[in-house]
């Protein structure tokens, strides 16, 4: 089965993001254990473990120390090579990072497959979170986030259109050019947002992300900016979409969940029927 070209150009561009980071995660143990709730070290610890659309490993040198039994990153792009010196780095063990379109890829499957960040940008988000399902094994977990149509309404009608340019443009020019600036604004906001924190402004635009990112410095709004304007592709998924998704058998309709975290995505999951 032939790659798409969208979601080719896609991975490489996320690969140039990835790969032109300092090592190491770019997330915080807090960030990345949010993420995963209500996964917790119980759901992996001695268990087979597969990311889907792993990027550069920010998130698998968290899951690592969880201490599965086996570890798999798959990713389409080059960041796989940083994704095996971020492993390395921190010392992971029992790890294999594959390069193969996540699509498409069918090992044996794992106790927990998850996905990360990535569905959402591929040309077909419902092959995606098919082949989460196909990777995970009979009585299993399954862990995905993604992008939310609801509460997004600022990103998809001005950074959207932006995007659609900015991803023309060579990597450097972007980050630079494009994102440093284009986030200055929103640094400021989301800051101004966290230190106030007025009963009044909670109905303000992206207000509990904000509060959430702003957390972190400037170099991680740049990070988070460039990520949006530098892929080709990006799509807002629906509630309504999702709770489709989670009625596709064989999920065990008694274990699923969907979170709608920070106010912008979606949480979801559950367990493969036994």
Known sequence: MSIP??????????????NNLPEGSVYSTAQFEEWFAPLTRADVEGRRVV????????LLTHISSWAPSELIGVDLGSSVEMAERNMTRAGARNFRIVKHDLTTYAEEPCDLAYCIGVLHHLKDPRAG?????????????????????????????????VRKIA????????????????????????????????????????????????????????????????????VYIHKR?????????????????????????????GRMKA
């Open 5 to 18: 070209a969208t979601d080719q150009r896609t991975a490489d561009a996320f690969a140039t993001s990835w």
């Open 51 to 58: 990311e889907l659309g792993c990027g550069g490993g920010s």
């Open 129 to 161: 979170f098919d082949a989460v399902l196909r990777n995970t094994l009979p009585g299993g977990r399954f862990h995905c986030w993604v992008y939310a149509h609801e509460g997004n309404a600022v990103i998809r009608w001005i950074v959207d259109p």
């Open 167 to 234: 991803s023309l443009f060579p990597w450097w020019f972007t980050k630079y050019a494009i994102a440093t600036p284009m986030v200055v604004p929103y640094f400021l906001y989301a800051k101004t947002l966290n230190a106030l924190r007025w009963p009044m402004m909670r109905n303000w635009p992206l207000y509990d992300y904000s509060l959430w990112i702003s957390q972190r410095g400037f170099a991680f709004f740049r990070h988070v900016a460039f990520d949006q304007l530098v892929t080709p592709s990006t």
């Open 241 to 269: 979409t999702v709770e489709e998704w989670l009625r596709t058998e064989p999920i065990d309709p008694s274990s699923t969940y969907a979170i709608f975290r920070n106010g912008n995505s979606w949480k979801f999951g």
